[in-house]
Every structure is written in C-alpha cells, then in structure tokens.
C-alpha cells in the first residue's frame, strides 16, 4: 500500500505556533494579559514578527537569539505623582518575556528590529543555506 509522507517543514510550524499565539494571547487578554497581540509570518527567506505595545519603552526591549531561539523581554512604567491616590487604574507597571522556536539559527546580523507607533517588528533572516533553491533538471 503506498502512503504520501509529508516532509517535516518548519514554516508549517511556526505559522501553527502563530495560530497559538492568536489563541493565547486573544484569551488571556480577556484576563488581563499585559502585552498585546502578536502575528507571526513565515517566509521562504525568513520570519517577521509585529507585536503591538503601545506605551512600552524602547529602551527595555531586550531581543537575542541563542541557536534556534528568539527572546523577547520588555516592560512599561505608568508614571504617577508623588503621593497621588488612584481613582481609577486601568493602567499598570507591565513586563513581558516571550520566547520563539524559530526552526533555523539566524545569523548574528539577520535580525532586525524596530519599534514605531506602538508597534515592535522584528525581521530574522535565513541564513542563504536555509533558503530553498531551484534545481534546474537537465533534459
């Protein structure tokens, strides 16, 4: 009996742990999840990831990458005056640290990262030996 196997693919995973995220972060926002939501795409030369923060300084975002791993870590502070009592505190101190299987190792300069309007967008290449290529059949 022949059977089709499927080879075992990498993006197929990570859009899957994309799909979680969604369904994570959708849900524990209800429950008051400090950060906000994530998308995840994959690409046949790479991964972009976007995350909305908004209010979250630039200056706490901690990214590396350590083999085929992306960390993430960031935080905010709501600034209060001295001796101000809270009437309503919707609003509050927030850190986050969220971690990445990403499927290949990066190379130390394909990632690239950038914070604007509330957004973080983080771009980590494939190295050149991890993007398919065409193989021409000779006839």
Sequence with gaps: MLTHIRPWNPLAEL???GRELERAFGAAEAAGRPHGRWNIYAGDDG???TAE???YDP???AIEVVGEHLKIAGGRTVARGEGDRAVLN???DESFEETLALGFA???DAVDAAYEHGVLTISVAKPAAEQPRKIAVRV
């Design 90 to 92: 919707e609003r509050r």
């Design 15 to 17: 859009e899957s742990f």
């Design 59 to 61: 200056e706490r975002f």
């Design 47 to 49: 991964v972009t990831l």
């Design 106 to 108: 990066p190379a130390d």
């Design 53 to 55: 923060l908004p209010g």
